[in-house]
């Protein structure tokens, strides 16, 4: 099974945060797929994590170097559903290509991102519950 991953999950995931266990029980034996956009999400949290004072550059580099470890294919998505997705829903770019991402692949949303998860669902993409 093919699932599209969140930025807010592989944080989760790599920072130990609640959720973390379920994200890996959902995501073991599976194949992960996301934007090539998720990349750049993970430097950016942790940027701000590092410009707010929530973590040393010595944390942030560990959660980084955790997070290369996992197997993601990145995967490029229509700007134009993107973008008309930005248009109808008044959403950030990042979170519609999520939703392109798993429209493309016919895959089911792994979120912790409520209204994301709302907004899937009224789309018809299935999501799985963290």
Known sequence: ?????????????????????????????????????VHWEMGNAFSAM????????????????????????????????????VSKHHIYAYDAYLLVCAMQSHSPLLTLDQPLKRLAESLGIKVLEV
């Open 50 to 85: 590092i410009k707010r004072g929530r973590a040393t550059l010595k944390q942030a580099t560990a959660c980084l170097d955790a997070y290369s470890e996992i197997p993601i294919k990145l995967v490029e998505v229509n700007l134009n559903q993107a973008l008309a997705l």
């Open 1 to 37: 099974m093919l699932i599209t991953i969140d930025t807010s999950v592989l944080i989760a995931v790599v920072t130990y945060e609640p959720g973390r266990n379920r994200a890996l029980e959902l995501t073991a034996g599976r194949n992960l797929i996301a934007p090539s956009s």
